[in-house]
């Protein structure tokens, strides 16, 4: 016994028939999802004093000061959660490499600070202190 639908029968259907606009559609959101996935990784170059730095990228952690009128390293550098805070959560040692994750100015201001991480800190120094390379620390030792 077959059911009869009256009016408005539409033809059923086939999987066979939506399969390449399935397919079609499947490949537009991967692609998308790959143009997304470049744009946040993107690497960004700052040429600075101590050097070149990318950002994703890594570098040395860098507390020599050349420009005081008796050169002198900060052997521990303070790392902050948000420019908000003055007091650093974590330090990292002068001379450890670390990931360099990101970079912004802080708001209103011209300090380049950059996101990193060393060991079990991860947080937010200025500029000054990275290098593209380790150097020995000269001077008083801070």
């Not at 170059?45 to 507390?63: K, M, R, S």
Request: net charge positive; glycine share 10%.
């Amino acid at each position: 016994m077959r059911a009869v639908s009256s009016g408005g029968a539409q033809k059923p259907t086939d999987q066979r028939e939506r399969g390449p606009a399935c397919l079609a559609l499947l490949c537009i959101c991967l692609l998308l999802a790959a143009a997304c996935a470049r744009s946040s990784t993107a690497k960004r170059t700052f040429h600075l004093p101590n050097g070149t730095i990318t950002v994703p990228g890594e570098a040395y952690i860098d507390g020599r000061n050349l420009t005081a009128e008796e050169p002198y390293t900060y052997m521990s550098v303070g790392v902050v959660e948000d420019f908000a805070q003055t007091t650093a959560k974590c330090t990292i040692r002068h001379g450890t490499r670390v990931e360099v994750l990101d970079a912004t100015r802080m708001p209103g201001g011209i300090t380049l600070h950059f996101k990193v991480r060393g060991g079990f800190c991860t947080g937010w120094i200025a500029a000054s202190f990275l290098s593209d390379q380790y150097h020995e620390p000269i001077g008083k030792l801070r």
